[in-house]
């Protein structure tokens, strides 16, 4: 290898120069365009910086070589990826799988013209983005706002001002990434976190990636697990049987997942799949957290796994279980404790004309098997029922709780204190997980007390393989909370704490009721 110029990799240098670097200005070559990096400059822990072609210069080239700012935002990150442990302490090599989602890289894995996501999504298509204005203290209506495509969002953006919450729904596209990336200054790491996964090529022989707490103290990761009922009535499959199929079943979903195919903008991402009992399974999805100080105001970037409903992937075993093995299948909601004011005030909330999916409802009647409506409302004189104003549940016996997030998170918050103490604008959120990992070990304490209970006989090793089987899990949920606790009990971390002081009186900050309900 030659040690000025680099390798070459499927056709592109990859970078293996410490200085006098020309990888960019080869890639920006083959991807037509011209900007060069600087590694000269120690900030962003070594990220190339872009020097654009300035319009002084022969204008024919400039017009060929001008990038917009989205290529621009994915161009820094390719040429950043490319830098290798083998020549430099501070490598590019875990951005590889974001950088090529991105489609900076001519050697992509996601090659479908039908799965690229390339194009902004239009009106028609399922919010990918939800905006929150916490600066209005009006109606819902008003502080939510769904964002279809870009520039519906741009606009809305530009209009703002004061504190927001922006939600990123489920599955995303290049272009939106890379658009929202560029305009927000989104960091690469907090896309990268949770955008890739140890399952994809070459970060799970690495074996390391640091924990949020010491590289990045404006980032949090959370973890929701939601259980399922089932049953095997339809087919009569035996549990190790079930077991074997339903792991087959995920891997496969994994495989496509991480390469893209089959999902579509905002589709719902499941991270892990459990079979615990002829009766019950759970999912676990992900929450990545960012909060990004900007002109004087924050903005709380929220990405979560949960968009479409289930039902609509195109894979996975809790299909394969709706479709052939069970009878009913469902996931269990995640009840939340309310105080009488909560009540009250949830109570005369109207539903807004749409699912918490970024998904018209159906009218009723429609279908009668997609959308079950409370036999209530008018009477036959006309006169309106009471009760009428009660949502019909969603369309499918496989939504979660975890959907209504982005359109349901300050139903039930303090407004005032949200819109100023960023971390308390997660209140609801801390809520969800501490209910959800309620549920999940009040289940694993109900199995372990049923193995107990059972007559061993000749399967006593089963027994015994099982309770270990469920002491793995629930170990690897006792790291979590403990992770969470320690979030809450920083308060998010230094940047948290100081963009709430800065904006708060000290008698609205010294005790923020963020975690009265943990």
Known sequence: MNPTTGATENGLRTCSCVNNCQCSTEAARLRGSSFTSSHNQPSNFGLPTLSVRSDTEDNDQSQTFRREPHEKYADILFTFSRRQSAQTLFSGENYQVLSDFLGTSSDQAWLDDSLSNGGIPDDDSSSFVVLHDLKISRSQRQRIHDCTSFSKFQDTWDELQGNRVLFLRGYPSREWLCRLGAKLDLDYDFLNRHFSNPDHRNLA?????????LTCSNTIQLTITSVG?????QSGIGLADARKSFEKEMKAYTMDMNRGRGLKTCD????????HDLKHFSIEQTLTINLIPRDGFW??????????PLNKSKRGPWLEIEKVHSSTCRILPLPLHHHNHHVKTLRSTRARD??????????????????RVPSIGKDPNGSKHPHEDIPPTLPTA????LSFLPYEIYNSTDHTIARKIPFYALHNIFRLVAASEHQFLNLMEQKIQDV?????????????????????????????????LEVTEARGGPVWRDLATSATPAAETSDPPSTQDL
Not at 205 to 213: A, D, G, K, R
Not at 452 to 461: F, L, P, V
């Open 268 to 275: 719902s991402v499941v991270r892990d799949f459990y079979l």
């Open 354 to 371: 749409r699912s918490t999916n970024g998904l018209r409802m159906p009218s009723i009647g429609s279908d009668p098997n997609s959308l």
């Open 398 to 401: 496989l939504a979660q709780t």
């Open 299 to 308: 903005t709380i970037a929220i990405w979560t796994d949960s968009g479409e």
């Open 205 to 213: 022989e690495n074996y390391c990636y640091p924990p949020l707490p």
């Open 452 to 484: 107990g209970r059972s007559d061993h006989g000749e399967d006593h090793r089963d027994s015994i393989s099982e309770i270990f089987a469920m002491k793995k899990v629930v170990d690897t949920h006792k790291t979590r909370l403990r992770e969470s």
């Open 229 to 233: 009922v089932w049953d095997n009535y």
